[in-house]
């Protein structure tokens, strides 16, 4: 079958092959053949060696297809299912699953150190263990969730990972109040999906910060009140907030250049939200006093911060009474050929979300 993959980290090219085999089947898994992933910064971060993984490897963890073939003890799904590809499947035995923090669940990552391909040449990875940048990926049972046959597979994809994560930053871990000022540093599809949220939930003042035009021109239509660059931040801080800052800061980026600059930004008691996924080497420097003295809640949003799987029923359910535009935030649309492209378009953000129809 055809995959895209990653030689080796650094590399900033992907090589569209046709020799990749989805490997692993047998009880408790599934084969999913895939067709439509959508294409997020966390991909990048893989391939660039700021999110840890082992290659070679098949990029991609956003993704919908249907299911062909189900190992022994399979039951919630069967062949011809439409299904969404979760790349962080609770296990429900672990302790945070316990505790119904199923996103802090570590399962997942398990799997992440198991080959799900092979090549003549020998193993090849999937990115945080699925790999969905291919025509076929077998996966455990618990990462196809089915889904309505009235969600399309590019709309599906998006809530495999990043308006899940998006929404879920503002009504699962902020819970953003009624009538409060929000401002989201980052406004891709992840930080475009954190405006919905905020706008679902009655922020009466929401500021999208993002040095690309075209990307603040699109928050704008999404639900921001305001759209600056990074130099037109505090001048909208002084504004709105008469200096003190907003209740609400979102740190879609993960940098801690922009995390420094999104507590700055957050009022005095105010919650710092911290969503973007960043290096383990990126420290960000808070001093003791500040932390004492301004009461700020830093709050880190693991995958939207509550429960995938009731994540994705409400979010289908909001797609359907038109509360949130889905459709709206895939921007391109390109087939697995013109992956690199897409990679460039991310890159120089000129695109919100790209999807990659196989």
């Known amino acids: ?50 999110l840890p ?31 969404v590809v979760c790349w962080l499947p609770a296990c429900g035995a672990c302790p945070a699953c316990g505790r119904g923090q199923t996103e802090l669940c570590l399962a997942g990552f398990m799997n992440a150190g198991t080959p799900n391909f092979r090549r003549p040449g ?13 025509e076929e990926v077998v996966l455990d049972a618990g990462c196809a969730v089915p889904i309505p046959d009235d969600v399309p597979f590019d709309i599906a994809a998006l809530i495999g990972c990043g308006v899940t994560t998006g929404l879920g930053a503002a009504l699962n871990t902020a819970d953003v109040q009624a009538g409060s ?41 999404f639900g921001a009140t305001r759209a600056v660059s990074p130099d037109e931040l505090a001048d ?12 609400y800061v979102f740190e879609v980026v993960g940098r801690s250049a922009t995390a420094r600059t999104a507590y700055d930004t957050t009022r005095r008691g105010g919650t710092m939200v911290v969503v973007g996924a960043g ?8 001093n003791m006093f500040e932390l004492f003295f301004d009461e700020k809640r830093i709050l880190p949003s693991m995958y939207g911060g509550g429960d995938v799987l009731r994540s994705y029923e409400r979010t289908i359910a909001l797609w359907r009474a038109g509360r949130v535009d889905l459709a709206g935030l895939i921007t ?27």
Do not use: Y
Request: aromatic share 2%; charged share 20%; proline share 4%.
């Open 1 to 50: 079958m055809r995959a895209a993959v990653l030689h080796e980290i650094g590399q900033d090219k992907l090589d569209v092959l046709d020799d990749v085999e989805a490997v692993g089947f047998g009880p408790g898994k599934v084969r999913i053949r895939v067709r439509a992933t959508g294409l997020c910064h966390s991909d990048l971060s893989a391939m660039n060696g700021v």
């Open 53 to 83: 993984q082992p290659a070679p490897f098949v990029p991609g963890h956003e993704g919908a297809g249907e299911i062909l073939e189900v190992g022994e003890g399979v039951s919630h799904v069967k062949p011809g299912d439409r299904v």
């Open 122 to 134: 020998g193993d090849v990875f999937g990115m945080a263990g699925t790999g969905t940048f291919a």
């Open 181 to 221: 000022s929000v401002a989201v540093i980052g406004c891709g599809g992840v930080g475009i999906s954190a405006i919905q949220g905020a706008r679902l939930q009655g922020a009466a003042e929401i500021v999208a910060v993002d040095p690309v035009l075209s990307r603040r021109e699109s928050a704008l239509k």
């Open 236 to 247: 909208a801080k002084q504004q709105l907030t008469g200096g003190e800052g907003f209740d």
């Open 279 to 286: 290096a383990m080497d990126d420290n960000l420097q808070l």
């Open 332 to 358: 391109h649309r390109v087939p697995l050929a013109g992956i690199n492209e897409a990679l460039d378009q991310m890159r120089t953000g000129t695109a919100l979300r790209t999807c990659i129809e196989i």
